[in-house]
């Protein structure tokens, strides 16, 4: 007979922390729960990107313990809950039903297989690394070196890793291992390993921020680009500004609204920029630059998020031995309408 262990608030928390640290959140961000009780039990998951007030409605109709949403409930303090207004009601409904909110906001874009790495991957970047340095909360950190002789180098690994140390996101064994020669005054005599598929790797954090830049496998002309990011994503429209001949090979992305990172894109020597929220201004600059833009829209750009956070979730709660039951809102829709 197989043993399902009962899980609380708290055990989906360490969960979604694993997925998305919490410390990798912008400075003006506001992640982590929104409404609950951490004992509170938890069997069943609706997984969204905004907690309307339709979402929140339907997932208290469905018996749903937990919403975890991308976008927070909750952005600056609040001042009154007045039950009359939009986000009074939606705290009262989650509150009445005991059902929690939790949100994984810009910490889940900029952690190690999160929404930039989706985005990115979904319109067939390779090769990634981070555009921008952002804002992320400041928190207390440690690294920590040991020297020891090359024949006791793996026996101090592994103890050290039967530890947290060594942890990032939902890997485990992060290092950096540098082999060389000791001297009395010392100097940069050491050289890196490099990490190969099934190995301990050395730089997992660096891919941890906000936006991508990526390759392509091969070159294609702006237009062409344009056109295959609408089949992979399934759009009906987007905006693009730029030469249609130009030719891509490099590409920066950036989930949600990317504004912020236009002056990092221009720097970073990619040809063209894939976000959403872009304004006339960035679209004028870029184009005396001869890059590109294509603007895929804020929702387009965050809402595929749902369903694979939904199917991360199902296989780590089963692997744990928790028998919850996770499912995606199917309500969410682009809010804008092109007449």
Known sequence: MTMHMTATLADIIKVMESLAPSRLAEGWDNVGMQIGDPNWPVQTIRVALDPTH??????VKDGADLLITHHPLIFRPIKSIDFGNPLGGIIQTAIQHRMAIFSAHTNLDN???GLNDILASRIGL???????????????KYKLVIYVPEAYQQTVMTALFET??????????CSFWNKGEGTFKPGPLSKPFSGKIGEIFHSYDAIQGPGRIGKLDKSMDLKTFASSIKRKIGLDHLKVAGHPDLPIETVAV??????????????????VYVSGDLGYHDAKTVEALNLGLIDIGHFASEHLIVDVLTQRLK??????????????????????MIL
Request: proline share 1%.
């Open 126 to 140: 390779n090769d990634l690394k981070v555009l921008g340095n952002g804002n992320v909360k400041q928190t207390e």
């Open 54 to 59: 339709d979402v929140v409605a339907a997932a």
């Open 254 to 271: 950036c989930s949600g609204s990317g504004s912020g990172l236009i002056s990092q894109f221009i720097s970073s020597g990619a040809q």
């Open 164 to 173: 947290k140390a060594g942890e990032i996101g939902t890997y485990s064994c």
């Open 315 to 336: 296989q780590i709660l089963s692997e744990t031995g928790m028998d919850i039951k996770v499912e995606a809102s199917k309500l969410e829709h682009e809010p804008f």
């Open 111 to 113: 952690a190690i297989g």
